[in-house]
């Protein structure tokens, strides 16, 4: 099997667990995943099977969304609600309050990478260092937000939800702490749901337990996705039976004997002479050639 499965992840599981558990169940150990999600979260999560792995690292669409519940006049070590509170606060704050502040977090943003968070400082993860009770000074990070839209709010409770379209490597928890924060009350995280990640949807998520009744019924490949689909938003070329074999090879290819170049595309998924999806490749019109990007044969 070689392809995309899209698991729709359950809380309280890691990234690794879930790949973990389908090692079991799909009887293969060459899985990767597309973009971690925190334990507490839930959704989308592409896993990608055999040969599929090539593309773990070069998917070209990294943009992800996601539906996140929050809670203002509260701050915790954390940032959501899982963590120790350490601030609360009774300011009031109206629906155009809200409103007001959200400019301020779309667009190219700065991040402070949150404690409990992968990031590595001098060697070492900030999370072990933060559960140490250790915090260390961190170098803001560009992040990329390209809508955030308020799907619903109470300014009794001050609950609510955001939908969030972002960048890779974009901590959803601390635009909603930078959100209190500029309101001056606080703001935690007390859920979230990747509905999207690079370019798969929701609609394509299977759970923990339909995979393994597919499993049980030998059914499997019924669920796996094309890998393709990962670069669906390039261009395609078809290549002849010559360039086919030139291309698996590595060899570079004169653009003038190939058709279907697109004027200023640069990149293109690639297709051989049978028809197969074999790679991606990168046209240089300067010196006319394509070259190979990623051979997945």
Known sequence: MNGILCVDKPQDFTSFDVVAKLRGVLHMKRLGHGGTLD????????????????????MPDNTKSYLAGFRLGFTSDTQDVWGEVKEASDAAVSRDDLEA????????????PPMY????????????????????EREARE??????RISGYSSDTREGRLEICCGKGTYI??????????????????SLVRTSSGGFTLADCHTLEEIQQAGDEGRLEELILPIDRVFAELPALRLGEAQTRMYRNGVKLDLSRISGIVNGAGQYRVYGSDGAFIGTAIADTDGGILRVGKNMG
């Open 39 to 58: 334990p507490m979260a839930t959704g989308v999560l592409p896993v990608f099977v055999g040969s599929a792995t090539k593309a773990c690292d070069i």
């Open 173 to 190: 928890r601390t635009i909603i702490n930078d959100i209190g924060e500029k309101l001056g009350c606080g703001g935690i995280m007390t």
């Open 101 to 112: 502040v959200i400019p301020c977090f779309t667009g190219k943003i700065m991040q402070l």
């Open 143 to 148: 992040a990329e937000v390209s809508s955030l």
């Open 117 to 136: 968070s992968a990031v590595q400082v001098n060697g070492r993860r900030l999370y072990d260092l933060a559960r140490q009770g250790v915090e260390v």
